[in-house]
């Protein structure tokens, strides 16, 4: 281990003080209570597990950027009064694949839960018996899916946090329906003949994509707006059926102008449960970014107003959700707007 690196003392570290492993439930609910974080600091908490047994894992030795903590005796674990950042966390223990993850922390809370897989020799297979497993992951972006309800033969599992699952105490060498089903993505169905000891099977499943939304008009409410000023689209769209977990957006922006929302165009969002035929009016700020966070009016000047639309996966650990569909850029609607 680096010499340089901070240690964290094993437990919990909450405002500066360190508290020591407490038997049963006594850290998990303190950390499950949310501890506030110092201002303008940020805290990164959870319970790290095993993936077969749900059992806390001891131990765990979690860095974070070079500050380095353990687990406790019930798998808890925190660092307190971190900037907010972006970082790097690696959970490693003996016996474990180890495990890194890029995560954005923000000021106040953010919670990490990690099940850790278990390496080496897994347990033994009676003779004439099977085990079905795998790892469920998304089609379009490879992702892990969570909470797929795996069934085989009236056997019922759910795969976790990494998209792993696991059937034991099957019969070998005879015919079974493997089914995977989850809200939002197209249910799959295979049929297999295990054989005795381990037989994986991996699947992709395919989320439900939305048929193609449409466009029926989008008009600038001000013909000529002020540069610096604020200004309105009209729209008409139609949306079709959204699936959990993703949103469809629609932009409206100016042509050779740099689009950060509002400033620059006008947007909007849908998510599941969206369905049918919206009007209304959408407001934007005839901004321009130059820098980030930095904003000067746009040069006066006549613009054709485009669109885009996208549909975004919004399950992503990443800092910005993955555009996952284009259905159609920089669109030309026909309308021009007048910075004056």
């Avoid at 974070?64 to 970082?87: I, K, M, Q």
């Avoid at 499943?205 to 309105?232: D, N, W």
């Avoid at 909007?268 to 009007?279: Q, S």
Wanted: hydrophobic share 35%; proline share 9%.
């Amino acid at each position: 281990m680096a010499e340089e690196e901070r240690k964290i003392p094993t437990g919990l570290v909450i405002s500066g003080i360190v508290v020591g492993t407490v038997a049963g439930l006594g850290i998990y609910a303190l950390i499950r209570r949310r501890p506030t974080p110092p201002p303008g600091g940020a805290i990164l908490y959870g319970m790290v597990t095993d993936v077969d047994t749900g059992y806390p894992i001891e131990g765990v030795r979690i860095s974070l950027n070079g500050l380095v903590t353990h687990t406790g005796s019930n798998g808890a674990y925190a660092f307190d009064g971190v900037e907010p950042s972006t970082y790097t966390v690696i959970f490693e223990m003996e016996g474990y694949e180890p495990i890194t993850r890029s995560s954005v922390l923000v000021e106040g809370n953010n919670e990490l839960n990690i099940q850790m897989v278990p390496v080496g020799i897994p347990p033994g297979v009676p003779p004439g018996e099977a085990v079905v497993y795998g790892f469920v992951t998304d089609a379009l972006t490879g992702a892990p899916i969570p909470q797929v309800m795996v069934t085989l033969d009236g056997l019922v599992r759910y795969t976790a946090s990494e998209g792993q699952y696991e059937i034991r105490d099957i019969a070998a060498d005879q015919a079974y329906r493997l089914k995977f089903s989850k809200d939002g993505y197209q249910p799959l169905t295979l049929d297999i003949v295990p054989s005795a000891g381990f037989n994986e099977v991996s699947p992709t499943l395919m989320p439900i994509i939305p048929t193609k939304p449409e466009l029926v008009y989008a008009r600038p409410a001000e013909a000529q707006i002020p540069s610096g000023a604020t200004g309105h689209i009209n729209y008409k769209v139609g949306i079709p059926e959204i699936p959990k977990g993703y949103a469809l957006i629609f932009l409206f922006h100016l042509e050779g102008v740099y689009c950060w929302t509002p400033y620059g165009c006008a947007n909007l969002d849908f998510r599941a449960g969206a369905k049918g035929y919206y009007e209304g009016s959408a407001p934007w700020y005839v901004k321009y970014m130059t820098d980030h966070f930095k904003f000067a009016n746009i040069p006066p000047g006549t613009y054709r107003l485009l669109s885009t639309c996208q549909l975004y996966w919004l399950e992503s650990e990443e800092y910005q959700a993955p555009v996952v569909k284009t259905y159609w850029k920089n669109l030309d609607t026909g309308e021009k707007i007048t910075v004056v």
